[in-house]
Structures are given as structure tokens and as C-alpha cells.
């Protein structure tokens, strides 16, 4: 669960939560405010536990003390665990002065040292990624794209899963699957078995343990193995933040009555809350966290009002599009509500897919990009390498290719178009920028030049767009590739949305290079 960024975040539940009633100070145009009255009964209760929530972030240590600060937030979290994460570390960064990337499952927490400055705590259960720090492209990236994913060094290939699809990826060509079972639990030994359209079987097994690569450079929260027609795969993996919080983020109002004045909770999608209740001068503001694991509930900790740090707690449950709660845990001390605490959720974004509510959200330039007079040296050892792991000769094969970020990662893709040009096209190969190196990522089959970048994206690609005879076709990045076949392709009508960036601006290249 991405939470967090900002510690504190505006809460104003402070009048309607207490377990007190609350006047404010008479004048002609105030209304006296109360809130709910209590039960007599005084009852004990220990605050929630919401297992696997996600993290990824910064991790530091300093004095033997582990420190964590999330994508985008300035805030830095005290780190309690029992986990290996000290072994992990020291084995991945050899300078304890230099901070690594991680991504993690764990739990935020009221603090229970009484004598800390730090309001809440943070538990680190399972690690899923660690690697030296790079954030502003690790962040960057969206982990709520996929259900799991995994990959290899020697031989090369990577998988991803998705609902209940498996896409399957080595240097030599790109699979879908389909899942027979797509249920994977992170926290067991995994065996699923899927089959494509030609009956061919991929069998996987995961298993959380501990996974290095990159010369112990990476580390990775699960062993997978598959078993395919083209031999069997080792490698690490790690688990996607398919969360079902998601929906939870957004504003809510409890309409203002004779006895209360107006309230407004955000719920942000970084889980931060903002509650804040009346207007100045007599205006009430809590700040805390929100978390979730299930789709039918939310918890809501608040941890400070003002200067002052508190623990307040409220277990939420969902109903359409309204929250409602019945009681307030303060201190460990549950008060029930006279009348339950709704609100109704407002300015709702309805209608966004999937696919679109993930998107990473990019500025252009228009650009009009063309191949480069010179020979790409770095492409031509790529497809060298392409031809040699399809044991396929290229002779006398020629390319011309051109560069550009395709899935906003800060690292140029090569693009790749062969001389086996017809009528209904070029042959093109997309090459991933990945560690300063070229990994293959698709073969497309004719396609006609320009292409325009457009605006959409699937899985953080965006998609291309070809026109040939007036007609457009639309490449969507699949998770893992483009389609290899155009043909099967419908046209799109209108033309897709572009960002202004065109490829091989000048249409099919008229200087062509020697891949021997």
C-alpha cells in the first residue's frame, strides 16, 4: 500500500470524535457543537493489526538503527523488524552511509514507546526488492501493473502475470499464456500451471526465500522456476501491489446539522488523511494515516491534533459510496457513537480503467525524430546478439534505428527498423534500455513508417501508432512486448491521441547499416 508522503495529514474529526461533548464559545453567528454521546460501559481494546500493506522507498541506517522514507515524501520512519534485513543490506551495500531502494510488506503502527519522539512506527515483515538507490527512476516505476513477475540472467527471460495471463519473454520470441489458476498467495509456496493457444505448457514454481542478481547487487523476495517446451528457467521474483484499498482514496462530507457543523475527509492515494471539521477560528485538524486490506473496510489513525499527539483510531466500513463508524478507539479505549459517523464520498472519478488509472503521467516535446547518419554500434551488437540466440544468420540483413524513452523510465529504447520492407511494411525490433545496456522487448511485423508516439499507455509503455492507407493501427504494449503480428490488429478510428513525438519522421529510412 503506498501510504504515507506526508506524515501528517489534515484531519478534523476532532469534535464529532471526542468522547466529550465540546461547546464553542457563543456569538451571534456560532452554533454550539456536540458531539455523540458515549456508553457508560468502559471498554479496553488494542488497536487494529492491517497485515500486508506495501512499501518502496529509501532505506538508511544509522547507529545500527534502520530508518525508512517512502517515494516522494520527506518524512523519515523509525523501522522495527525481525527480519533478515540487516544481512540483506550489508550484502547489497558494503557503505553504510549509502542508502538503497526497497520495497517491502509491513504494517504502520501507533508508536509504543512512550517516551519517543516519533508518532508512529513502522514493521518491516517481508522484504520483496532491494537494490542500490536509484529512486528517481525505481519510484518512477508502477508495481500495480502486474500480480507477480520474475526473471533470469543466463539464460535471459522474464515472465509477468496479470489477472490471469501469463506473458513469458526470452531473447528469442514472446508468449501469452493462460492461467489455469490464478490465485497466488505471497506468502506460500506457489505451483500454477498455464497453456497458450497451441497447447504448449509453462509450469512455475515460487517460493519466498532469498534471491541475489547482478553480482549480489539486487535482491529479490522469491525463488520461481518454470518448466516450458523451451527447457527450464531459474530466477528471482517479486509480487505486484494489486491492491484492494484503491478504491477507498477520494473526498468525503458529512453534511453539516443543528448540532454539528460541516466535515470534509481525503482520504489521499498516498494514505495520508486530511480531516478538518467547522470553519476558523474554531476549526479542529487531525492528522494520521489510513489503511486497508480488504474492500469493504478502512482504519483511519490519527496521530496528531495541533502540537498535541494522540491516539485515535476509527474502523470505517464501506456501503456504496458512503464510510460509516459506530465507535472510536482513544488510547485503547473504545467509545461508542450515539449515532454512527457517515460520509457520503464525493467528487467520484468514475469510469477510469484500469490501465488508465495506473499511467504515469509524462510531458512531451514535440520532436521529430530521424535516424542518425552514423551507425548505432550499441544496436548493431544488440541484433548481432538477437540473430545469434535465434542460431539465424542475418547475411546481408541491414537496419537503421532510432532512440527514445518508451516507458518513461529515463532510459532510452532503441528502435530497431530491418531492410525486409514490402508493401505491407518493415520488420521492426524494440530493444528495452536497461542498466546501460539493449534487452530485446519486441518484434513487430509490418509496419510502416512514421510512427507516432501516442499519448495512451499500457504498463507504463506507450502505445505507437502506424497508418497505411489511410487507416491507423494502434500498438499497445501487452505487459511485456508489442504484438508481433499488425495484421491481426483493428484499425483505429479516430487517429490515437499523439504526444507530438514521431519516429522515423522522415518515413522508411533510406540509409541502411550492416549487422555483420
Same mark, same amino acid.
Given at each position: /500500500? ?12 476532532? +469534535? ?34 492491517? +497485515? ?20 516522494? !515524501? ?9 527480519? =533478515? ?27 509504543? #514507546? ?29 508495481? %500495480? ?7 533470469? =540472467? ?6 509477468? /502475470? ?5 506473458? @513469458? ?66 530466477g528471482c521474483g517479486q509480487p505486484g501491489w494489486l491492491e484492494t484499498s484503491a478504491s477507498f ?8 446539522? #443543528? ?86 464520498? /464525493? %467528487? ?55 532512440? @527514445?524513452?518508451?516507458?518513461? !523510465?529515463?532510459?532510452? =529504447? ?13 520488420? /521492426? ?39 497505411? %492507407? ?47
Amino acid at each position: /500500500m503506498r501510504f504515507f508522503l506526508s506524515l501528517l495529514f489534515t484531519a478534523s474529526f476532532a +469534535l464529532i470524535l471526542s468522547a466529550c461533548t465540546i461547546t464553542q464559545p457563543q456569538t451571534q453567528n456560532t452554533t454550539q457543537t456536540t458531539t455523540p454521546q458515549s456508553t457508560q460501559e468502559v471498554v479496553h481494546k488494542a488497536f487494529s493489526s492491517i +497485515l500486508e500493506n506495501s512499501f518502496r522507498g529509501k532505506l538508511t541506517t544509522q547507529n545500527d538503527q534502520f530508518y525508512f522514507q517512502a517515494c516522494a !515524501d520527506d518524512q523519515q520512519y523509525t523501522i522495527v523488524t525481525d527480519t =533478515e534485513l540487516a544481512t540483506i543490506y550489508k550484502k547489497i551495500s558494503n557503505n553504510t552511509q549509502q542508502p538503497v531502494y526497497i520495497e517491502f510488506a509491513g504494517e504502520i503502527n501507533f508508536t509504543t #514507546n512512550k517516551r519517543s519522539k516519533d508518532l508512529v512506527q513502522l514493521r518491516v515483515d517481508r522484504i520483496h526488492h532491494m537494490a542500490l538507490a536509484q529512486s528517481s527512476l525505481q519510484c518512477a516505476k508502477p508495481l %500495480n501493473t502486474f500480480r507477480f513477475k520474475a526473471k533470469g =540472467e543466463d539464460p535471459y527471460w522474464r515472465i509477468n /502475470m496479470h489477472d490471469n495471463q501469463l506473458f @513469458f519473454a526470452t531473447k528469442a520470441s514472446n508468449q501469452s499464456y493462460l492461467l489455469g489458476n490464478a490465485n497466488f498467495e505471497a506468502t506460500q509456496i506457489n505451483h500454477l500451471k498455464s497453456s497458450n493457444d497451441e497447447g504448449q505448457q509453462l509450469a512455475l514454481h515460487i517460493q519466498p526465500g532469498h534471491c541475489y542478481m547482478s553480482d549480489d547487487k539486487e535482491y529479490w523476495g522469491y525463488i520461481t522456476e518454470a518448466e516450458t517446451v523451451y527447457g527450464h528457467f531459474s530466477g528471482c521474483g517479486q509480487p505486484g501491489w494489486l491492491e484492494t484499498s484503491a478504491s477507498f482514496a477520494g473526498y468525503y462530507l458529512k453534511a453539516a446539522t #443543528n448540532q454539528s457543523p460541516e466535515v470534509n475527509l481525503t482520504l489521499n492515494e498516498n494514505h495520508s488523511v486530511e480531516y478538518v471539521q467547522g470553519n476558523e477560528p474554531y476549526q479542529i485538524i487531525k492528522t494520521g494515516y489510513w489503511k486497508s486490506n480488504t474492500p469493504d473496510s478502512v482504519v483511519v489513525m490519527l496521530t496528531q491534533q495541533n502540537d498535541q499527539s494522540i491516539q485515535e483510531e476509527i474502523i470505517f466500513k464501506q456501503s456504496g459510496l458512503s464510510i460509516s463508524s459506530n465507535a472510536i478507539n482513544i488510547s485503547n479505549i473504545l467509545t461508542s457513537f450515539a449515532t454512527p459517523l457517515t460520509f457520503k464520498k /464525493m %467528487n467520484l472519478q468514475a469510469g477510469l480503467s484500469e490501465e488508465e488509472a495506473v499511467q504515469i503521467t509524462r510531458q512531451f516535446n514535440t520532436q521529430n525524430i530521424a535516424p542518425k547518419i552514423q551507425i548505432d554500434t550499441e544496436v548493431q551488437a544488440a541484433l548481432r546478439q538477437y540473430f545469434k540466440i535465434h542460431r539465424t544468420d542475418p547475411k546481408q540483413t541491414k537496419f537503421s534505428s532510432v532512440r @527514445f524513452d518508451l516507458n518513461g !523510465d529515463g532510459q532510452d =529504447e532503441a528502435i530497431a527498423f530491418l531492410d525486409w520492407c514490402s508493401s505491407t511494411g518493415c520488420e /521492426m525490433i524494440v530493444f528495452e534500455g536497461k542498466n546501460d545496456s539493449l534487452v530485446f522487448s519486441s518484434r513487430i511485423s509490418r509496419v510502416y513508417a512514421p510512427i507516432t508516439v501516442a499519448k495512451s499507455q499500457h504498463f507504463s509503455w506507450q502505445s505507437l501508432a502506424s497508418k497505411n %492507407n489511410q487507416q491507423w493501427l494502434q500498438l499497445d504494449f501487452d505487459g511485456l512486448s508489442y504484438p508481433l503480428q499488425t495484421h491481426k490488429i483493428a484499425n483505429s478510428e479516430p487517429k490515437p491521441e499523439p504526444t507530438g513525438v514521431v519516429l522515423f519522421s522522415q518515413g522508411k529510412p533510406n540509409k541502411w547499416f550492416p549487422i555483420k
